[in-house]
């Protein structure tokens, strides 16, 4: 049983520049979540991924935008990036009708 | 906030009884508790609708009707140090999104 898996772990970006995050989601989920979590601060909701389609958001502006392939796997895109942008950007992945979650080891952005 | 958590930090040292606390103020459908270590990653150590569960030194606990859920550990050793979160998942809202506390900064000193 593979876990969920997050590329890259690490990644330096200047403002203004656009950043993908990606994310394989865990073998039988269908489900994948993104959470933005600032420095010293619980996660956040960033929005949720279930059949290709966004299926909930939290409070994020626009440039914050997803994707979800047919195997599952995810894509976080931002777009105009923000010194406010750096943070832990952490996956979990679900099945639909399962309460537990797997996480992936989370991409550390940094935004100079 | 949806999820408060108490203690922010915590010091124990090796061999303390040690409670971490979690209240929550929406209907929920599940409350994980999860461990961060200092590289990121979440492991999730318990999900709870109801009662109490227990995994070796760890042990968990909910009342649902109070909005309330203890983690304990006994018998702490300095591995255990890590922040501990408590993460809700609201019956109120679809999906399966998590609400998650502020967590709890847990060190244990040899």
């Known amino acids: 049983e593979t876990g969920v898996t997050q590329s890259p772990t690490h990644l330096i970006k200047t403002r203004g520049q656009q950043v993908t995050l990606r994310c394989s989601s865990q073998?039988?989920?269908?489900?994948v979540s993104w959470y933005q979590q600032a420095l010293g601060q619980g996660p956040q909701f960033i929005f949720q991924?279930?059949?290709?389609?966004?299926?909930g958001r939290g409070n994020f502006p626009p440039r914050f935008s997803g994707l979800q392939f047919p195997n599952y796997s995810s894509e976080l895109n931002v777009n105009a990036l923000e010194l406010d942008d750096s943070a832990l950007y952490l996956c979990?992945?679900?099945?639909?009708?399962?309460?537990?979650?797997?996480f992936g080891s989370g991409t550390r952005l940094t935004v100079v | 906030n949806e999820v408060e958590q108490s203690p922010q930090n915590l010091t124990a040292q090796e061999g303390e009884f040690i409670t971490i606390n979690c209240s929550y103020s929406?209907?929920?459908?599940?409350l994980h508790w999860l461990q961060q270590h200092p590289g990121g990653g979440i492991v999730s150590l318990f999900m709870?609708?109801?009662g109490k569960k227990k995994h070796g030194r760890l042990i968990a606990t909910i009342n649902i009707q109070e909005k309330h859920s203890s983690l304990h550990i006994t018998a702490s050793h300095p591995r255990d140090s890590a922040v501990y979160i408590c993460?809700?998942?609201?019956?109120?809202?679809?999906?399966?999104?998590?609400?998650f506390g502020e967590g709890t900064q847990l060190t244990v000193n040899p």
């Open positions: 979990a992945s679900s099945q639909t009708g399962d309460y537990g979650y797997t």
């Open positions: 073998s039988g989920h269908n489900t």
């Open positions: 991924y279930y059949r290709e389609e966004e299926n």
């Open positions: 929406v209907g929920i459908s599940a």
């Open positions: 709870l609708s109801s």
């Open positions: 993460a809700v998942r609201s019956s109120e809202t679809s999906g399966s999104r998590l609400t």
